[in-house]
């Protein structure tokens, strides 16, 4: 077709009135009134009471009882790979088609990113492939797993809910189940996204959040972790919070330990937004829905749910057919010319010169599809 750019732009047109970033944060008055009363508190920093209950609410949304919330999804990652045990040179299989703070995460922990393919239909990891790729490439001895080229211990498996799509995360887990995998889940783009009605990002032994401002919700800046048990709750805490020794007056710390605990001036925000975010979650499923009806019978095929999936449609995507991905480029110029921020996936982790060299299966699927993702303006401001 010729003009397929301009046929695509005018399809976003029937929905998009205004110009638009790919996801606008939108704010109510009662976001100010909290916030308001958080400056008014004076305790705008991590000793303040809304991150407490920032993290209750979240408890609360995801049924799960410990949650330690943090100044953003990467430093959250880097503190759950840290709580469940990562240690220098330990592999931790990624897949390259991921935003690149889920690579960078396992980095900041003196680990090694080892890429693994990508699955069509959900986006998250090819678990049948990555069982065939771990069975001819790794062994185990006294129950750890090895990668049998590098020579180091694969320690664990972090899957991605890509655009808040939930992977195959029952396959994960037999995988980890299988080869003796710990799970740190990154969860940033998935908070209300579910599996038989579980929220992702509670399967993992580890789940994290994001609240940057481009996410379903947003405290400016932030993350959350998931976590399974008080012991690794109590770890996640104390080495968010300087690793400081809880005491009145005593300033003793016990280890080397990280600031990255969420301030209560961002949790404010984020407490009056998580009280209102099953009403967030009903409107960004109707966009998914009017979207899904725009493109039905249309020649574009809109990113769908597998069963027993709900996704938050944090983003919604269209996955560009063979003869189509010529046109991709044009698109995402026409319509970013034109006011309407359209994007494509990551270009793949992989590829980046710093891991370049590292260890990685086949990423046949992962190329392809990074050909062939647009993302569409998918924020509340379009209601
Ligand atoms: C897949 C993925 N992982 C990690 C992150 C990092 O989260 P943050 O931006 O809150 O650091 C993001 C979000 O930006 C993400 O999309």
């Given at each position: 077709m010729k003009n397929f750019e301009v046929y695509f732009y005018n399809l976003l047109k029937k929905i998009i009135k205004k110009k638009t970033g790919l996801h606008e944060p939108v704010f109510i008055n009662k976001d100010f009134n909290y916030v308001k009363s958080c400056i008014k508190s004076s305790y705008v920093s991590t000793r303040g009471k809304f991150t407490n209950k920032f993290e209750k609410e979240i408890s609360k949304i995801t049924k799960s009882k410990y949650i330690v919330a943090t100044n953003s999804g990467t430093s959250g990652l880097e503190l759950a790979l840290r709580t469940v045990g990562i240690k220098d040179n330990y592999e931790v299989l990624v897949p390259?088609?991921?935003?690149?703070a889920s690579v960078n995460s396992i980095k900041f922990c003196n680990a090694v990113p080892h890429f693994v393919d990508s699955e069509?239909?959900?986006?998250?990891?090819d678990v049948l492939k990555l069982n065939e790729y771990l069975k001819k490439n790794t062994f185990k001895k006294k129950n750890f797993l090895y990668n049998?080229?590098?020579?180091?211990r694969i320690f664990a498996i972090m899957p991605v809910h890509i655009f808040g799509m939930p992977c195959n995360i029952i396959g994960i887990q037999k995988i980890a189940k299988k080869f003796n995998l710990k799970v740190v889940e990154d969860a940033t783009e998935a908070l209300g996204s579910k599996f038989k009605g579980k929220q992702m990002g509670t399967f993992g032994d580890i789940g994290v959040l994001s609240f940057n401002a481009?996410?379903?919700?947003?405290?400016?800046g932030g993350g959350a972790l998931i976590i399974k048990n008080k012991k690794d709750y109590n770890k996640a805490l104390h080495l968010s919070t300087t690793a400081k020794v809880r005491h009145k007056w005593r300033l003793q710390h016990r280890n080397i330990g990280w600031n990255i605990r969420m301030p209560a001036l961002n949790a404010s925000l984020g407490y009056s937004k998580l009280r209102n975010f099953s009403k967030i979650l009903i409107k960004k499923r109707n966009l998914a829905f009017r979207y899904r009806q725009l493109f039905k019978n249309t020649s574009l095929s809109f990113f769908e749910e597998k069963k027993n999936v709900k996704s938050n449609f944090w983003l919604n995507t269209i996955i560009l057919k063979d003869d189509q991905v010529k046109f991709r480029k044009k698109i995402l110029d026409y319509c970013n010319l034109k006011g309407i921020e359209c994007r494509p996936a990551w270009n793949l982790i992989s590829e980046m010169k710093i891991y370049k060299k590292n260890p990685k299966s086949n990423l046949d699927n992962a190329i392809r599809l990074q050909k062939k993702i647009i993302n569409i303006p998918s924020g509340l401001n379009l209601f």
């Amino acid at each position: 077709m010729k003009n397929f750019e301009v046929y695509f732009y005018n399809l976003l047109k029937k929905i998009i009135k205004k110009k638009t970033g790919l996801h606008e944060p939108v704010f109510i008055n009662k976001d100010f009134n909290y916030v308001k009363s958080c400056i008014k508190s004076s305790y705008v920093s991590t000793r303040g009471k809304f991150t407490n209950k920032f993290e209750k609410e979240i408890s609360k949304i995801t049924k799960s009882k410990y949650i330690v919330a943090t100044n953003s999804g990467t430093s959250g990652l880097e503190l759950a790979l840290r709580t469940v045990g990562i240690k220098d040179n330990y592999e931790v299989l990624v897949p390259a088609l991921t935003f690149v703070a889920s690579v960078n995460s396992i980095k900041f922990c003196n680990a090694v990113p080892h890429f693994v393919d990508s699955e069509t239909s959900d986006l998250g990891i090819d678990v049948l492939k990555l069982n065939e790729y771990l069975k001819k490439n790794t062994f185990k001895k006294k129950n750890f797993l090895y990668n049998k080229i590098s020579g180091r211990r694969i320690f664990a498996i972090m899957p991605v809910h890509i655009f808040g799509m939930p992977c195959n995360i029952i396959g994960i887990q037999k995988i980890a189940k299988k080869f003796n995998l710990k799970v740190v889940e990154d969860a940033t783009e998935a908070l209300g996204s579910k599996f038989k009605g579980k929220q992702m990002g509670t399967f993992g032994d580890i789940g994290v959040l994001s609240f940057n401002a481009n996410k379903i919700i947003t405290t400016g800046g932030g993350g959350a972790l998931i976590i399974k048990n008080k012991k690794d709750y109590n770890k996640a805490l104390h080495l968010s919070t300087t690793a400081k020794v809880r005491h009145k007056w005593r300033l003793q710390h016990r280890n080397i330990g990280w600031n990255i605990r969420m301030p209560a001036l961002n949790a404010s925000l984020g407490y009056s937004k998580l009280r209102n975010f099953s009403k967030i979650l009903i409107k960004k499923r109707n966009l998914a829905f009017r979207y899904r009806q725009l493109f039905k019978n249309t020649s574009l095929s809109f990113f769908e749910e597998k069963k027993n999936v709900k996704s938050n449609f944090w983003l919604n995507t269209i996955i560009l057919k063979d003869d189509q991905v010529k046109f991709r480029k044009k698109i995402l110029d026409y319509c970013n010319l034109k006011g309407i921020e359209c994007r494509p996936a990551w270009n793949l982790i992989s590829e980046m010169k710093i891991y370049k060299k590292n260890p990685k299966s086949n990423l046949d699927n992962a190329i392809r599809l990074q050909k062939k993702i647009i993302n569409i303006p998918s924020g509340l401001n379009l209601f």
